[in-house]
């Protein structure tokens, strides 16, 4: 079966420009996440979609990013106005909700914010 | 609060050598425990599972883990190290619920020697 893909794979931006990810999961699976993953850190839940609802989104900061996912298939993780801190690798999942915890996730895409 | 702990930031082992990374835990309920691999500009790749049962997990690639409650540990061993299993380890504990959220160590970055 296909993976998840995600776009681009690389970004560099100056702060305070915005800048938007792109998921696509596992056809079927009706879970999809994003984590951050900071060079030297483990990937941190952002959000978390079951179907086009939210599901947590508790650690994700609302004042400059944004997430959706229309239809229930496609994501798009958006950040506006990015900060250098949010330089890292975005890393989108998802999962069948039959099975649990079962992930697959996608090659990330790395942002620099320079 | 829930965490997990990788102590050694970095290993390096020689080919051929045994070896074995350590994960602790910190959660109140019985733990879902995870170790994932990630290659340089890849995915997370799932290694194994523990969820119940027998404490002695096989995973993939000649690797397994033992659970050990006792001590909160659920580190990750191989045998005999191939040059090819350079990359960075992650251990996660699932936190369980309707989101499956799984909360990631730092990792351990696997250095191989010929």
């Known amino acids: 079966e296909a993976g998840v893909a995600q776009s681009p794979r690389y970004k560099i931006i100056e702060k305070r420009q915005s800048v938007a990810f792109w998921c696509n999961p596992i056809?079927?699976?009706?879970?999809l996440y994003w984590y951050q993953q900071i060079l030297g850190q483990g990937p941190k839940l952002l959000i978390q979609?079951?179907?086009?609802?939210?599901?947590?989104d508790s650690q994700l900061p609302k004042d400059r990013f944004s997430a959706e996912r229309l239809k229930g298939v496609d994501s798009t993780l958006k950040i506006q106005p990015a900060k250098l801190e949010d330089s890292a690798v975005y890393l989108c999942a998802s999962s069948h909700p039959q099975v649990g915890y079962g992930y697959t996730f996608g090659s990330g895409t790395r942002l620099t914010v320079v | 609060a829930q965490s997990v702990t990788q102590p050694d930031i970095h290993i390096t082992v020689s080919e051929g050598a045994s070896l074995e990374l350590r994960c602790n835990y910190s959660y109140g309920a019985t733990p879902y425990l995870f170790w994932y691999v990630q290659s340089p500009g890849q995915g997370l790749q799932l290694l194994l599972k523990y969820f119940s049962g027998d404490t002695l997990v096989q995973g993939i690639k000649g690797f397994e883990a033992e659970f050990k409650r006792s001590q909160s540990s659920f580190n990750l061993r191989k045998p005999s190290v191939h040059w090819s299993d350079a990359a960075e380890y992650f251990c996660a504990v699932g936190v369980g619920g309707a989101t499956n959220k799984l909360i990631f160590g730092t990792g351990t970055l696997l250095a191989v020697q010929p």
């Open positions: 979609f079951q179907n086009n609802g939210v599901v947590d």
């Open positions: 056809s079927g699976h009706a879970t």
